[in-house]
């Protein structure tokens, strides 16, 4: 059974857990077939645990002063999108480990009525979800969450989200993962920067984090300065970004933090559907649980 996360990764799945009933009782009357895909969707279970954190600076910060009394375990996002009602049409998990997608696939057992409605695609979400999202989405609308282990979603994975026009989106962005990545100097390991560029799909995230102070000379005639804030200059940008593909707009992220109130990650809702109606009843409804997180 994994074990990871703390306090954060409940809030996350409370949040989703409420959308998604909202979402289905909504649409419950529309001519839509309705889909639920989950793009890191684990083993359906998690524990939280006590970690000393990792060594990758592109992962997350996992909640280091978790309850350790507390190994009781609860639902993963699949269980509970296979428990909202009303139901999905059909639901997709994507898991590229093959023992986690193995335990997805036992989930059918446990949700015998659901079987015919449920696949498990063992591969990398960057390379299963633009297969998805390039079908036929006319007579289809649905909800995708995105909850990566750090910086493993590309840009062009969300842009092929946001062409579907019918999805509305869930993501966890990696705010601590990134931040660690962005030094004070501004000198960045070249890894490092294809990361951040892969993420965001440009390299102006530079010009937005990073001041120059003339007055301070070096060789090339400034000094670089991090943004006083960089997490919310970050997440600002990252919602800047997300608006420029997502045609029904991006609503403020809710900050998740650990139990030191570090940031670790901006929870974004994100519309793809540009129609006015459809897209103010989805950020009605997400607003209103993102503010009472």
């Not at 969707?41 to 006590?50: F, H, I, V, Y």
């Not at 390039?134 to 909850?147: K, L, M, P, Y």
């Not at 070249?190 to 799909?201: I, R």
């Amino acid at each position: 059974m994994p074990t990871f996360g703390g306090y954060w990764t409940q809030q996350k799945l409370d949040v989703l857990a409420r959308y998604l009933g909202a979402y289905t009782t909504a649409l419950k009357r529309q001519p839509f077939e309705l889909l639920y895909i989950d793009a890191f969707a684990g083993s359906g279970s998690w524990q939280p645990r006590r970690t000393k954190g990792r060594s990758d600076p592109t992962l997350f910060d996992e909640d280091e002063e978790g309850a350790e009394d507390d190994r009781s375990y609860r639902h993963g996002s699949a269980r509970i999108a296979l428990e909202t009602q009303p139901g999905f049409d059909r639901y997709v998990f994507i898991e590229r480990s093959r023992r986690k997608a193995g335990a997805l696939a036992s989930l059918k057992s446990e949700y015998p009525s659901l079987t015919a409605r449920t696949e498990v695609i063992s591969d990398d979400a960057n390379n299963a979800i633009p297969r998805l999202c390039a079908e036929d989405w006319h007579s289809r609308r649905g909800v995708i969450f995105i909850d990566p282990f750090g910086m493993e979603v590309r840009w062009e994975t969300l842009e092929a989200i946001a062409r579907t026009g019918a999805l509305d989106m869930w993501l966890l962005f990696p705010l601590g993962a990134m931040n660690r990545l962005l030094t004070k100097t501004g000198a960045i390991d070249s890894h490092w920067e294809e990361a951040l560029n892969q993420t965001l799909g440009t390299n102006e995230w530079r010009s937005a984090m990073y001041s120059t102070a003339g007055d301070q000379l070096t060789l090339d005639g400034s000094v670089p300065i991090k943004a006083k804030q960089p997490t919310a200059a970050l997440w600002q940008f990252a919602k800047g970004r997300l608006q420029t593909i997502f045609g029904g707009g991006v609503d403020n992220p809710a900050i998740l933090r650990n139990s030191k109130n570090s940031p670790l990650f901006a929870f974004f809702f994100a519309v793809s559907n540009p129609n006015p109606r459809a897209s103010g009843l989805a950020h009605k409804i997400g607003k209103h649980i993102l503010d009472h997180i």
